[in-house]
């Protein structure tokens, strides 16, 4: 297989996150995310640096999209489907297999709260799904 991502629609793909993140963790569940991070909005802004955070968030959020844009392609290749349903549905396989799975140890081992796991497992789930609808239209 040669194949090489549609570098744009990776671009677009990769801001998903941060939209979804401002979001999530501002209007949906900001005030509960703080409140189970044991976190005031004062000491969030005090330990705020947006370059390091932010930067490295929409790098991450890249490389991301980069990788899934190829786990999608041999996805469409094996079982021939195309579109924003089958990235969403590559994206959900690859959250439940490897996101849920990997983020589980904060709660089974870290004594994360399971709630705070939840909102930031289906954050990612959330991100996931749209990055896999845009790469699934856009390839």
């Known amino acids: 297989m040669d194949y090489f991502p549609d570098l744009f629609a ?14 999530w963790y501002g209007p949906l569940f900001g005030q509960k995310w703080m409140d189970l991070s044991n976190k005031t909005e004062e000491q ?5 640096n947006p370059l390091r955070q932010y930067g490295l968030t929409f790098v991450a959020g890249l490389l991301a999209a ?4 190829h786990g999608l392609q041999a996805f469409a290749d094996a079982y021939g489907m195309d579109g924003w349903a089958y990235g969403m549905q590559g994206a959900f396989w690859v959250w439940l297999g490897y996101v849920v799975w990997v983020t589980w140890q904060e709660v089974a081992f870290d004594d994360k ?3 705070l ?4 497992v289906t954050y990612n789930l959330a991100a996931l799904l749209g990055m896999g609808a845009i790469l699934g239209v856009w390839r």
């Open 44 to 48: 969030i802004r005090a330990e705020m």
């Open 117 to 120: 796991w939840l909102i930031n």
């Open 66 to 69: 980069f990788v899934l844009a």
């Open 113 to 115: 709260h399971v709630v």
């Open 10 to 23: 990776v671009l677009v793909a990769g801001l998903v996150p941060m939209v979804v993140g401002a979001i």
